[in-house]
């Protein structure tokens, strides 16, 4: 047995029943890393030392001595957090985000922190100041971004399981590309605080995990609200493993029309329509709805998000975080353009200059606030097709993995690789990315569910029955 294939729920009954120790297990990650990341490019920091001084055989939580990554954009107190950005090279931030200390405080132990595309903006984790992450089902493929890293280093048994981001897709589309699990909470179930912002609107914090059942467990361990994010309410946190178990007979699963479209790859469609098949055959009923403003999503998202970007980038001046990085500066003006020149990376600075844009004094009302009176309609898409099924069934992304560099100089192109997890993340909506078979090509493909905002354990248990029944 490869003690880093185990899943969550297999490591915490191994620990339980004492058939291996945490230090065999923290052993056996750091060899898979010694060996698996000089080629994916997955962690950035390694930190295995600080899993072992962590690991404590009393530890009662829900998640003792399970070893994971977090991507670089989670604060970890005295530990290097860079959002794998020049200009936050050397940062150690001061505290630990809340939802680190929830995590360690169930017993979780950190083996490191891990690729993302710059300060989360992208789709393929090229952007990253660090380099690009492969794909482990094909490293000429990218991993899929932003959460690149945290992807790559679940599929690649590095980690029993990973922290992610999702603005705009960063933990589904990544999930799908490299074959794991990834869950988007709704908009405010996880609290955000210390986690580096990319557009607050936007942003949520959730896992990458081998099964869905371990995406439930390490829900349970970090969902709720918190002093710190005042966009997290107080709405009551559900038992996530309690219902899921439950039958899906009867559950009403639409499929939107607009998420088959002919841009999406045939192989994909099989793999997706297969899955459903499977729900089916679990006694779901299966019924075609429609999502009309889903055409709008791509365009809406890329006037929101980066207005966004830009207003949190701003803190970012060379001051207060991190390394100076220009010389000499006559003056303060100076010294800004010195050290945010180099300090962003290209797609940073063409997120900053499309943001400053769209907010700009004339522009406003043309651009962000008719992207604001969008966003409504597409909410209001969702709130109306939720009256007529309980979950949406779709693909992740219209294609697999993609070829490094296939994208990188076509923005727009890049862009719309998001088009299919864009709208709920738009309407703030949960998400679940789960593995449904590869293509032909042997890379995996991810089938998305997604549901109305706080209803991630109807996901779960929906998730739960086709990764139990399609195996
Ligand atoms: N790929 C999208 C973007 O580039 C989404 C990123 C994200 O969810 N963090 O903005």
Redo the contacts with the bound molecule.
């Keep these: 047995m490869e003690l880093n294939t185990l899943s969550v729920k297999e490591l915490l009954e191994g620990y339980q029943a004492k058939t291996f120790s945490p230090l065999e297990v923290v052993d056996a990650y750091a060899d898979a890393i010694k060996q698996e990341n000089p080629a994916l490019n997955a962690y950035i920091l390694e930190t295995v030392d600080v899993a072992k001084s962590q690991i404590d055989e009393s530890a009662q939580g829900s998640l003792a001595n399970v070893p994971m990554a977090l991507k670089d954009v989670f604060s970890t107190e005295g530990i290097e957090t860079t959002a794998c950005s020049n200009i936050l090279k050397g940062f150690k931030p001061p505290y630990n985000a809340p939802v680190v200390d929830r995590l360690y405080d169930q017993g979780a132990i950190l083996l490191g922190k891990v690729n993302t595309?710059e300060f989360?903006?992208?789709?393929s984790s090229e952007t990253s100041a660090f380099g690009v992450t492969k794909n482990p089902a094909n490293l000429e493929c990218v991993a899929g971004?932003?959460s690149g890293g945290s992807a790559a280093a679940v599929a690649a048994n590095l980690c029993a399981f990973s922290m992610g981001?999702?603005?705009?897709?960063?933990i589904r589309q990544p999930a799908s590309f490299c074959g794991s699990v990834g869950l988007k909470v709704t908009y405010g179930r996880v609290p955000r605080s210390g986690v580096i912002s990319?557009a607050s609107s936007l942003d949520t914090v959730g896992a990458l995990t081998k099964t869905v059942y371990d995406a439930a467990l390490v829900l349970g361990a970090i969902a709720g609200s918190h002093r710190l994010d005042t966009t997290a309410p107080n709405v009551k946190v559900d038992a996530y493993l309690g219902g899921i178990n439950n039958s899906i007979k009867g559950m009403r699963i639409g499929l939107p029309k607009e998420y088959f479209s002919e841009s999406v790859e045939p192989d994909v469609r099989a793999r997706v329509m297969e899955a459903v098949e499977v729900l089916k055959n679990e006694g779901a009923i299966i019924k075609e709805v429609s999502l009309p403003m889903t055409k709008y999503g791509v365009a809406v998202y890329y006037i929101i998000?980066p207005s966004e970007v830009s207003s949190n980038m701003a803190r970012f001046d060379g001051v207060r975080y991190g390394p100076r990085l220009g010389e000499d500066p006559q003056d303060l003006y100076e010294f800004y353009l010195k050290n945010r020149g180099k300090g962003f990376g290209p797609e940073m600075k063409r997120r900053i200059m499309m943001g400053t844009y769209a907010l700009s004094a004339g522009y406003y009302d043309a651009y962000y606030l008719k992207a604001q009176k969008v966003r409504t309609l597409i909410c209001q898409d969702f709130e109306q097709v939720f009256e007529e099924v309980d979950v949406l069934a779709a693909p992740v992304s219209p294609f697999p993995a993609f070829k490094i560099g296939a994208k990188s100089d076509d923005p727009v192109a890049m862009?719309n690789?998001?088009a299919l997890t864009i709208p709920s993340a738009i309407a703030g909506l949960p998400g679940l990315s789960v593995p449904c078979g590869n293509t032909t090509d042997g890379l995996p493909v991810g089938l998305q569910l997604m549901s109305p905002q706080w209803s991630e354990a109807k996901l779960l248990n929906v998730g739960h029955a086709y990764e139990m029944a399609g195996r």
């Excluded at 989360?120 to 789709?123: D, K, L, Q, S, Y």
């Excluded at 981001?165 to 960063?170: F, K, L, Q, Y």
């Design positions: 595309d989360t903006c992208g789709a971004g932003s981001t999702d603005t705009g897709g960063s990319m998000s862009y690789a998001d």
